[in-house]
């Protein structure tokens, strides 16, 4: 017996024992009804040829392994960013344990969620009463401060409308007249998770400033000499709102977070649980309204809002996932000029450092190809960054990109002479991916865990940025905005290049003639 | 006088070194290291000296008696490569106590030298002194030759103790090590009238492999490189050598005019480094075997393999002409790399605005003066604040140097390119020249060079602000 009690083996182990290797085998040529086996190879191969990959374009139905996520998880991002905020989604609670979980994966925090619970006779009737109650047994059960409510596909296919069911929950007493109800409708066949973020942060703001759907007074803007901040969907939100506070402090800078993520998925272990951390609050969200004007990381992450913003009299301006020195220049000196505060020495000095860092290891990085999929901002920030390393983005993905994207990553292609063999590809999956690492093989691929189907697939080392990152604890700590933050980038993209070194010369007596100790 | 300052004394006399020979009686006694100023930097000791000349004989186990900082800081530092056994880059030391230092450490060496036996069984353990065990007394030579006798295996002692001088004398003392414990001591299975050695080349990066496919077709065979991928019977059976080839100027002379005293085997001093070179060993190779005895068509097949690769190797480095024209080098190197690269650097289109001469002969001077007429910037010893200097007023655009100088380019904003030990590209030979443009090329238009020199957007006078 492969299993004994004495001595039970786990899932690494038991599948490789001989019994479940017979038993495997024997399955697959019994009941499988399996091709023979140089079929199979010449299948395989065939999907790496350029042939398929011309097929694999043509496709227009199916998507396959998409590198992106639905509204209704940016929806929850965003409402999470503010004080004592439950995220409350209309439609069906099996979408809002996915949300739960994935954030819970990619953080490793609990994520806190509800939904209204809709089932069948809601979606036959509308979801009315499971709005009436869910807001009430929400408001009861776990104390927010605010209850920021978003939708599923299920809701919206039905025509369930936000506003109105709201208004009759305050009536029947779910909760108080006054209490903090924003919402947005966010179906997850429209856009992306970014578009949710993009809608949910609008309705917090339109509810705030614009009279809480009719129930106040709209606020009177009264210019001051803040900023407001927003970071945009972001799988290092906790590194990189900790460091933008940081710079802005350095830089004396008086500044609204709008969307504050960092605390409430980096919560401490010390015997109490917070349900909620940190957070934009209410008040500040509000009196954003007077702010000189509002910077976002991520234009794509905010089209809506900023626009918003921007109707209500402040400056609005919007980068793109700044990651680098060149990038991170910008940043600063639109900060510098909004504020019309210097750039301390200290900043001075970490731009130095990392501008050292870049010319120490430049050799290493010069001229490799890298693949690169993710958000459209993350792209953009990242084949910047690639670029002034010297590197070649040859594929840039994104899967929720539009035509508009296509054309800002050429024109970052144009402004570069390593940007001459690129291409940018909108709207595509990672199966096309996979198609362009087989027929345009690259050094290098710069992705979420989902990549490393790819790596293992094509053979092309996975460097894990991008969201979500399931399989490798703790990046979400680590900025990669600011000067900091390239440092970051450039040490995960150089320990990546050195463990290729190091793996292609490892095996003893064959490839170890530059197992070296230093690189 | 102990055995160490009789060394001393002979390394120091080396008959075939013409600085020595050029030198008053006097100032020859007083040796010729050049006594180092304390307080001022400077580089590796004679410990570390013996150890890189020697640890690039790949079979045998290098302990290092003494505490641990001689062989932690200098474990497979070198990237000196082998082609087969991987014992040498085994870190071995007696890693000793406080304890050693007061009742001496010599019985803890036997027993790190039999336990090396007993789980690896090398064919050779080399043993080396270090400041600290040479201070306390411990006789490595007996310790050595009692544990020779005990496992019937050759165990080598290297008396080099960092206190000893610089790491060129160290070089000198490894070498003397193999001319005292190994070099003739075997045989070879067989000889042949084209056996040849090369000396004190160490294949860092795996030169040697670029330089052998030639020695391959011109019909030579490599007796014994001394010491790079080397096995240690391969140098123990050296001194069958029909001729030798020296390469690194001064490291190991000694070797190579021992060799030539005791085994009439003639030695010419030569370089990988540059096409010219490259090409000049290869016929001096072809002309000393002639003489030995050779049949003589070696000459005229030597001739056919370097006529085909100069023209190789020109053509191949032509692309690089244009984006090259007219760039500015420094050069801070030594010995034979201080003038052997020039030529191809300057068939690029490059200048040379100066190049270092502090570890180069007075030939290698010569040369240098030969090569690059009167504009011949010769920089006898540059201080990192000269360096810095040059480099800040743009006299130079690329500086090619070892590791050590690397941070003193960065920090005058210029491009910077490994041309020693820690380099991860082999430049020698033919194909080595060529992947030197190719680098030189690469270094002088990495994009970091124009975020390094540009100012921070803040620091021009149209910021807005500040």
Redesign the interface.
């Known amino acids: 017996m492969t299993q004994s009690a004495t001595h039970v083996l786990d899932h690494f182990d038991l599948f490789r024992q001989p019994e479940y290797k017979e038993m495997l085998e024997n399955k697959r040529k019994n009941f499988e009804n399996p091709v023979a086996a140089e079929e199979l190879e010449r299948v395989r191969e065939w999907t790496k040829t350029g042939e398929y990959r011309e097929q694999n374009f043509a496709r227009s139905a199916l998507t396959v392994n998409p590198a992106k996520a639905c509204q209704p998880l940016g929806a929850v991002f965003a409402a999470v960013g503010f004080e004592s905020t439950l995220p409350f989604v209309h439609g069906s609670q099996g979408c809002v344990a996915y949300y739960r979980s994935h954030f819970s994966r990619h953080f490793k925090e609990p994520c806190s969620c509800v939904s209204s619970s809709m089932t069948e006779d809601a979606a036959v009737f509308g979801g009315l009463n499971n709005m009436i109650d869910g807001l009430a047994n929400a408001h009861s059960l776990y104390k927010p401060k605010m209850i920021s409510v978003s939708t599923t596909c299920m809701a919206e296919v039905i025509g369930d409308d936000l506003n109105a069911f709201i208004k009759t929950a305050k009536e029947k007493g779910s909760v108080p007249a006054d209490f903090d109800v924003p919402f947005a409708h966010t179906p997850a066949f429209v856009g992306s998770h970014i578009t949710g973020y993009d809608n949910v942060m609008k309705g917090i703001f339109e509810h705030f400033w614009d009279g809480k759907a009719n129930t106040a007074p709209k606020l009177e803007r009264v210019p001051n000499e803040k900023i407001n901040f927003i970071g945009g969907f972001d799988g290092y939100t906790v590194g990189n709102l900790r460091e933008i506070k940081r710079i802005f402090n350095l830089m004396q800078v008086g500044y609204t977070i709008l969307g504050d993520n960092s605390d409430v998925w980096d919560t401490p272990t010390d015997g109490t649980f917070r349900m909620y951390d940190g957070g934009t609050t209410l008040e500040d969200a509000a009196n954003a309204v007077h702010a000189k004007a509002t910077i976002s990381m991520q234009q794509y992450c905010t089209e809506k809002t900023l626009a918003f913003i921007g109707t209500h009299g402040q400056e609005v301006l919007a980068l793109n996932h700044p990651v680098g020195v060149a990038a991170t220049d910008k940043f600063l000196m639109e900060v510098s000029r909004i504020t019309g505060k210097g750039i301390p020495e200290e900043l001075a000095k970490e731009r130095g450092r990392v501008v050292d860092a870049i010319a120490d290891s430049s050799a290493h990085i010069h001229g490799k190809k890298f693949a690169l999929y993710g958000d459209p901002d993350l792209c953009l920030g990242l084949a910047g960054f690639l670029l002034e390393l010297g590197a070649e983005p040859t594929h840039v993905l994104a899967t929720n990109g539009n035509k508009e994207w296509i054309e800002r990553v050429q024109a970052l292609f144009d402004s570069s002479p390593f940007g001459k063999n690129c291409h940018v590809y909108a709207g595509k999956d990672l199966w096309h991916m996979r198609s362009l690492l087989f027929t345009e093989p690259v050094d290098f691929l710069i992705g979420n865990t989902y990549g490393k189907f790819l790596e293992r697939d094509t053979g092309t080392p996975l460097i894990r940025i991008g969201f979500p990152i399931f399989d490798r604890h703790h990046h979400h700590r680590y900025p990669v905005w600011g000067y900091q933050g390239a440092m970051n980038v450039l040490v995960w993209i150089l320990d990546k290049i050195f463990d290729e070194i190091d793996k292609n010369t490892i095996v003893p007596g064959k490839t170890d003639f530059s197992f070296d100790i230093i690189r | 006088m102990s055995s160490l300052s009789t060394k001393l004394q002979e390394v120091f006399e080396e008959p075939a070194c013409g600085k020595n020979q050029g030198k008053s009686e006097k100032e020859r006694k007083k040796g010729c290291t050049k006594q180092l100023s304390p307080g001022a930097a400077a580089g590796g000791c004679a410990f570390d000296g013996a150890k890189i000349a020697l640890q690039p004989i790949t079979d045998v186990a290098h302990l290092v008696h003494g505490p641990i900082a001689c062989e932690g800081n200098s474990?497979?530092?070198r990237?000196a490569?082998?082609?087969?056994a991987?014992t040498y880059r085994m870190g071995f030391t007696t890693d000793i106590n406080e304890l050693d230092v007061v009742y001496g450490a010599e019985k803890r060496l036997y027993k790190a030298i039999k336990e090396i036996i007993e789980k690896y069984d090398p064919p050779a353990v080399f043993v080396y002194q270090t400041c600290v065990t040479a201070l306390i007394g411990d006789d490595i030579e007996v310790v050595c030759k009692a544990a020779s006798k005990k496992f019937n295996k050759p165990v080598i002692p290297v008396n080099s103790p960092g206190f000893a001088g610089v790491k060129n004398l160290g070089n000198k003392l490894g070498g003397e090590a193999l001319l005292d414990h190994v070099i003739g001591t075997q045989e070879p299975d067989y000889t042949t009238p084209y056996d040849i050695n090369i000396i004190g080349e160490y294949n860092l990066?795996?030169e040697l492999w670029q330089v052998k496919p030639l020695l391959d077709a011109m019909g030579v065979r490599l007796l014994a490189c001394i010491s790079g991928d080397a096995k240690y019977k391969e140098v123990a059976y050296s001194h069958r050598a029909k001729a030798s080839m020296m390469v690194c100027s001064k490291a190991m002379i000694n070797i190579a005019r021992k060799m030539q005293e005791r085994y009439q085997i003639p030695f010419f001093e030569g370089s990988f480094y540059g096409i010219g070179d490259m090409s000049d060993s290869l016929r001096e190779i072809a002309r000393l075997l002639v003489e030995r005895g050779a049949p003589k068509d070696i000459i005229e097949r030597t001739e056919n393999l370097i006529a085909s690769e100069e023209a190789r190797a020109w053509a191949r480095i032509a692309p690089y002409k244009e984006r090259l024209q007219g760039k500015k080098v420094l050069l801070i190197t030594g010995g034979v790399k201080s003038w052997s690269v020039v030529a191809a650097l300057q068939e690029a289109g490059m200048e040379i605005v100066g190049t270092s001469v502090k570890k180069s002969t007075k030939e290698d001077k010569d040369r240098i003066k030969e090569i690059m007429g009167d504009e011949a910037h010769m920089i006898d010893d540059m201080t990192p604040r000269e360096m810095y200097k040059m480099l800040k007023e743009a006299r130079a655009d690329i500086m090619l140097s070892g590791g050590r100088s690397?941070f003193v380019a960065?920090?005058a904003k210029m491009p910077w390119l490994d041309i020693n030990q820690?380099r991860?590209h082999a430049y020698a030979g033919y194909e080595g020249m060529v992947k030197l443009v190719e680098?030189i090329d690469?270094?002088l238009y990495?994009?970091?060079?124009e975020?390094?020199r540009a100012k921070?957007?803040?620091e021009s006078p149209d910021?807005?602000?500040?």
Do not use: F, I, M, R
Not at chain 2, 463 to 466: G, L, S
């Open positions: 474990w497979d530092n990237h490569l082998s082609s087969g991987e990066s795996g690397q960065l920090k820690e991860h680098e690469k270094t990495n994009p970091v060079w975020l390094v921070a957007p803040w910021a807005a602000t500040v």
